[in-house]
């Protein structure tokens, strides 16, 4: 519009000159063919790959779209160049509670993309800012409702079931506004300070409790050990003892000592019962 009403300027300043200068039939033309030209110009116009085209004629949206490459449109209307491809937005902070009253927060990474062929609805309804009148609002209430049925505990060790639920139901709320949702990723997850100090603790006991176990039973096991090396050496000795009362006992013990003797005499002897000690050496 602005480029219309500027070479509608020029033009009407070619031809008061041309009557200031007596040319009127030269101004007259120069300025018709700056006002056809300026038309033009503002006719044309170009729609960047990857996106889609919405004509607001007069404050009217026109419900078809343009497509990609360049096009002529009525010069009175504006092109609103519209991105549908893949786009990102973030829902920073988000908090909720968890089925056993924790507060968990966590940002929240959604990827989207507009219907090309709906795009001119959506511009009338909500604009170019759909992130904040229709996502975050989404986002937000799926990621409370799914929350609220899993513990915390559980929002750990089941991250990833949770995720895909909070995506399927942020898909639902927002396929009646021609918005796809592609993923959606959990970010910087977290519990209160007091609750994560608090896991760290259960963590630490659970720990000392598996450690005391295991030592209690490698404890056990060990005694078992020795009391069986202890059963075994006791029964050795008494069957040791009963082969040597089986077997004459001071005879057998004497026997035994003979086979065991290297053949050399003793320096010192005891003398029979008086307890005397003889010197059997030179």
């Known amino acids: 519009m602005f480029s219309i009403i500027l070479f509608a300027v020029l033009a ?7 009557f200031f200068f007596a040319q009127r ?3 007259i033309i120069g300025g018709a063919v700056l006002f056809v030209g300026g038309i033009l ?3 044309f116009t170009v729609i960047s790959a990857g996106h889609t085209g919405v004509i607001v004629t007069l404050g009217e949206v026109n419900p078809v779209t343009l497509t990609e490459g360049w096009h002529f449109v009525n010069p009175v209307s504006s092109v609103k160049d519209v991105n549908v491809q893949l786009q990102k937005t973030q829902l920073a902070g988000a908090n909720a509670s968890t089925k056993d009253l924790q507060v968990v927060h966590t940002d929240i990474v959604v990827q989207y993309r507009l219907h ?5 609805h959506i511009y009338k309804e909500f604009g170019l800012n759909v992130d904040d009148k229709v996502l975050a609002p989404a986002i937000n209430e799926a990621f409370k409702s799914v929350t609220a049925h899993y513990t915390s505990e559980e929002l750990v060790t089941k991250r ?10 942020l898909t639902a709320k927002v396929a009646p506004f021609n918005i796809d949702v592609s993923g959606i990723s959990l970010v910087n997850f977290g519990f209160s300070a007091e609750y994560q100090k608090a896991i760290e603790q259960k963590v630490i006991a659970t720990q000392q409790t598996a450690k005391a176990e295991q030592d209690l039973a490698r404890i056990k096991v060990e005694a078992a050990s020795r009391i069986a090396q202890a059963e075994g050496e006791a029964k050795a000795i008494a069957i040791q003892a009963s082969a040597i009362q089986s077997n004459g006992g001071a005879n057998y013990v004497q026997l035994q000592w003979i086979e065991k003797w290297d053949g050399k005499l003793p320096s010192t002897v005891l003398n029979g019962s008086n307890g005397m000690m003889l010197n059997m050496g030179k």
Do not use: M, N, R, Y
Not at 12 to 18: T, Y
Not at 116 to 120: I, Q, S
Not at 160 to 169: A, H, K, N, P
């Open 116 to 120: 090309a062929d709906k795009v001119p």
């Open 41 to 43: 110009f503002s006719s």
């Open 12 to 18: 009407i300043g070619v031809i008061a000159a041309g």
């Open 160 to 169: 990833q079931i949770v995720s895909d639920e909070i995506q399927t139901l």
């Open 25 to 27: 039939t030269l101004g």
